[in-house]
């Protein structure tokens, strides 16, 4: 909100929605846009719906329900950015088959069992007396999962994050054609001092991250200064080639970009060794966002973001 309420405003976007639906082919909303959005337009008459918990008392009694994600005929609907890998890995199941919906979970390292496995060592407080300063460096080629969903984790839970592109341009293409465009080049970002550099993943960008020197300097100075630093997937083997992991447990996705002498912790999802953190694989990225907040402001303010997005936060 209120975007779906600017969705459920435009009648170009009312009137092709509403042909879809005529015609049976498929159509699907999340969050709060299943109440908000289709209701309106009466795209949701005799379909069972889910939607963000938030807005659930707006749907219809007996055709709501709690699931994360419901399919009914031609609808799909799901409950909020927690749920979205099953959105979306549903939405494939539908267009493509379930040995294509399988290939995207497999790719994404998507977890079934519903844990959320961290591990921890060298525990070591981060807790803060201001607003977290937080750097996320883009380039070409990084992942956008990682980048849209520490952004968003981090923003929700009021840290102050910079993105800075080490490109010449602000705008960068990141993985899938996405099109994202950074706060700042990272010159200017260098400006000042982060309590955390966090690096996101993917193979090309990480490449590009490394040439940066601006950005190889940055890292090398948080080190020195005892500050929090971290990476996701790929990206460790940055932080791994530029001495920064030497005695730290870490992993990646690959395992393959970090070398054999690493401390590599196997069947972890986020791995925390002092002031530096890492994750694997994509689907693990709100699980990283939480660690991070759980580590800057408490299990509380991270169960809080989680309940807002709708991802199961563990207790323990």
Not at 7 to 27: G, N, V, W
Not at 37 to 54: F, I, M
Not at 73 to 83: A, F
Request: net charge positive; charged share 25%; with cysteine.
């Amino acid at each position: 909100m209120p975007g779906s309420a600017r969705l459920r405003d435009c009648e170009i976007l009312q009137k092709m929605t509403s042909k879809q639906a005529e015609e049976k082919r498929l159509y699907g909303a999340i969050c709060a846009a299943p109440a908000v959005t289709l209701l309106p337009w009466g795209l949701l008459r005799k379909k069972k719906t889910t939607c963000h918990p938030a807005f659930i008392d707006k749907l219809p009694t007996f055709w709501a329900v709690k699931s994360n994600n419901q399919v009914s005929g031609e609808l799909t609907t799901s409950r909020g950015p927690g749920t979205s890998f099953e959105f979306a890995i549903s939405l494939v199941s539908q267009l493509y088959g379930e040995t294509a919906a399988k290939e995207i979970k497999d790719s994404l390292l998507v977890n079934d069992s519903g844990s959320h496995k961290k591990e921890e060592f060298n525990e070591a407080h981060w807790s803060l007396d201001h607003t977290p300063q937080v750097l996320l460096p883009v380039a070409n080629g990084c992942e956008g999962i990682d980048i849209v969903t520490t952004i968003d984790i981090l923003r929700r839970a009021k840290a102050s994050v910079v993105v800075a592109s080490v490109e010449k341009s602000t705008q960068i293409l990141a993985s899938q054609g996405i099109i994202l465009v950074a706060d700042k080049l990272i010159n200017a970002a260098a400006e000042i001092t982060y309590d955390l550099i966090i690096l996101p993943g993917g193979v090309g960008g990480a490449e590009r991250l490394h040439k940066s020197r601006v950005l190889r300097k940055l890292l090398k100075e948080q080190q020195i200064g005892g500050r929090i630093f971290g990476a996701m997937c790929s990206s460790s083997a940055i932080l791994e080639r530029q001495g920064l992991l030497k005695d730290k447990k870490a992993t990646a996705v690959p395992e393959s970009v970090l070398s054999k002498e690493s401390n590599v912790v196997d069947g972890a999802q986020v791995v925390i060794d002092g002031k530096v953190i890492a994750n694997k694989g994509l689907a693990s990225a709100t699980d990283f966002g939480l660690a991070i907040v759980g580590k800057l402001f408490g299990h509380s303010r991270a169960r809080s973001v989680a309940e807002g997005l709708v991802f199961e936060y563990p207790r323990a």
